[in-house]
């Protein structure tokens, strides 16, 4: 018979990127007594991965729990990207309600709108926390109305519409259920949590059934599958099988060795879990995301469809001159590896073979997603070398050319409204909208393909002096809008193997933007900077001066070097052409030809100019 477990509740909290996501539950923790009162926690605690704190953004989910007043509540932590959507669908089919935050002064924000679409389809009750209201410019009234028209157009239910509304500060440590309430803790809060997201519902009596939501690996246990039993329970040492998602027929007999629910930022042991509760398990080795945990006769769980990957590139063994100099893994076999890893906890992630045995091509969600495995594998050890990113095209039934298309929303100062236009038209995207904001900004909507906007974001804050906000969501697959060339400026390359020597580079300063300095390896074929002119550019950056017997008064004089442009995977990977690569090694970022030799690159140039 199927009954509520009044003691757990289970929400997941879903936010734009920066919102508070990550500081609100690290409150909340804080509040129901996880840390000892003297405890040194840092902060953003749940921001585990490096790269996740100094992005400061939420890449993988996390688990946690806290218990208020008896009941355990289940909070998981999503991303707010866009990218990592895949992550975000996965993770609200084992929650029963969502937390919707989001900012007092900036209002729901298109990733709000990408994540609160995909809990509303669910039919989740959502409870919506209106964060950093202690801001100066906070505007909580306005942004509850923009919240409700937001739920209006994304066709939420009454019931939906008829959610709770909060004031909070997850900095300060306080929430409110109205304005003008006092500023203590966060009591209302969890007592909305208790009140307004339902209680789990499942039949502890019949045969188990526990959808696997995502995919942790630890050295020491190997895989574990994490979800939530959904009916009857699961037991230390209890036999069980696996359905495989691709395969529904396809079930393998497995033990479950270890078994653990949540507590704090925990994992705690127990010998039985009951339905309702989100468990971890591990000791099954061949256990993949979607995947259902059964007993007896049970059927299969519907696994949520992820969308696709929309963007691709190549994993390129490196074969530059300094290869195998920097990094600890270069082979093809350490690269495949690796990335056969990745894909058992990234569902959004595809790896293919192709015609080259040196050469992987990876597709993600977008560039963000792509360039957080680069860096990950760089700070592993490995070295490899990636392509320009490349969208994936489709072919209709009429057997016309379909592409990716996203709509960007778009904030730049008044000021800067002409240039952002012309770009994005230059680059396909047709404007839908445009409307005045508040303090001298305005809002622009874009209906653009998704490859005008590979290497557009650096431009774009250049444009905008820092002072521009784009987000962009996919909006599936439309026709082929035409050829667009990237980069209108040429390359300044290397023809010589060599360090780069002051004088060299003084020399070569003057012909554009140079990317490295004094003493800095470098090879022929590598782009050692950038060209303001559209035609490449070779130079001898390793060239001394020849001395001569003739004094001169300026002889001696010291050589000037205007200091190089530093850029980080993201401004390399947007900078790259199609005829280039970008080498990753674990201490250096070098951009490259992919033809090294002069004479060779110079045939394949004419040869693309006759075909093209």
């Known amino acids: 018979m199927r009954e509520k477990r009044e003691n757990i509740r289970n929400v997941a909290i879903i936010a734009h990127v920066d919102h508070g996501k990550t500081t609100l539950v690290d409150e909340l923790l804080k509040q129901s007594g996880v840390f000892r009162d003297n405890q040194d926690i840092g902060i953003r605690v749940m921001d585990s991965n490096p790269l996740e704190r100094e992005r400061g953004i939420t890449i993988l989910s996390k688990n946690t729990a806290v218990t208020y ?51 509303l389809d669910l039919r989740l009750p959502v409870l919506v926390v209106i ?43 306080f929430a409110k259920a109205k304005l003008d309430d006092e500023e203590k803790d966060m009591e209302p809060l969890f007592q909305a949590i208790i009140d307004y997201i339902p209680a789990p519902v499942g039949d502890a009596e019949a045969d188990t059934q526990m959808l696997v939501s995502t995919i942790d690996y630890n050295e020491f246990v190997g895989r574990i599958g994490i979800g939530k039993i959904e009916n009857g329970s699961l037991k230390l040492n209890q036999e069980a099988f696996v359905v495989n998602h691709h395969d529904s027929g396809k079930r393998s007999k497995v033990r479950i060795t270890k078994l653990y629910t949540f507590d704090g930022l925990r994992r ?63 082979t093809s076999r350490h690269i495949r590896d690796r990335l056969m890893r990745e894909l058992q906890t990234d569902v959004s992630l595809r790896v293919e073979e192709t015609d080259s045995a040196d050469t992987l091509k990876v597709s993600g969600r977008g560039e963000l997603h792509l360039s957080v495995l680069i860096e990950t594998m760089r700070r592993e050890g490995f070295e490899f070398a990636v392509s320009k990113a490349e969208v994936i095209y489709k072919t209709n039934e009429q057997g016309k050319k379909m592409e990716p298309m996203e709509i960007a929303y778009i904030d730049v100062p008044d000021e800067c409204t002409g240039t952002i236009i012309q770009k994005l038209t230059q680059r396909k995207g047709v404007l839908n909208g445009m409307s005045p904001l508040a303090t001298g900004y305005t809002r622009l909507e874009f209906d653009i393909p998704s490859r005008g906007l590979i290497g557009y974001r650096g ?37 010589e193997n060599g360090e780069a020597v002051t ?10 933007t140079l990317f490295i300095g004094p003493g800095e390896k470098v090879y022929s074929g590598m782009v050692i900077g950038q060209s303001p002119k559209s035609e490449d550019i070779e130079l001898n950056v390793c060239k001394t001066k020849h001395l001569t017997n003739t004094r001169t008064s300026s002889s001696d004089e010291a050589l000037k070097l205007t200091p190089k442009k530093i850029m980080s995977l993201e401004q390399c990977i947007d900078f790259i052409d199609t005829d280039e690569l970008l080498e990753v090694t674990p201490e250096n970022l070098r951009i490259r030809k992919k033809i090294l030799d002069p004479t060779l690159r110079k045939r394949a140039g004419i040869a693309r100019k006759n075909n093209g």
């Open 459 to 495: 431009e774009f804050m250049t444009d905008t002096k820092g002072n521009g906000i784009l987000n962009t969501e996919f909006d599936g697959y439309g026709e082929f809008r035409g050829e667009l060339s990237y980069r209108h400026q040429g390359s300044l390359i290397a023809f």
């Open 69 to 119: 007043k008896d009941t355990k509540i289940n909070i998981i932590d999503t991303p707010g990207h866009a990218d990592f959507g895949g992550e975000v669908e996965r993770i609200l089919k084992m929650v029963d309600g969502a937390i919707l935050l989001v900012d007092a002064f900036e209002g729901p924000m298109p990733q709000t709108r990408f994540v609160l679409q995909k809990a």
């Open 131 to 173: 964060n950093k209201i202690d801001k100066p410019q906070a505007r909580p009234t306005e942004v509850e109305d923009e919240v409700l028209e937001l739920m209006m157009d994304l066709n939420a239910s009454d019931e939906q519409l008829d959610c709770p509304f909060l004031y909070a500060s997850s900095k300060e440590g």
């Open 503 to 512: 004088y060299g580079l003084f020399q070569a300063q003057a012909r554009g």
């Open 268 to 330: 705690v042991d127990v010998t039985e879990a009951k339905c309702g509760e989100i468990v971890a398990i591990s000791g099954i080795e061949d256990l993949h995301v979607g995947d259902t945990v059964i007993t007896g006769d049970a059927e299969a769980i519907p696994f949520q469809k992820i969308t696709e990957p929309t963007i691709s590139m190549d994993f390129i063994v490196n074969d530059s001159p300094l290869a195998g100099q920097e990094g600890k893994f270069v």
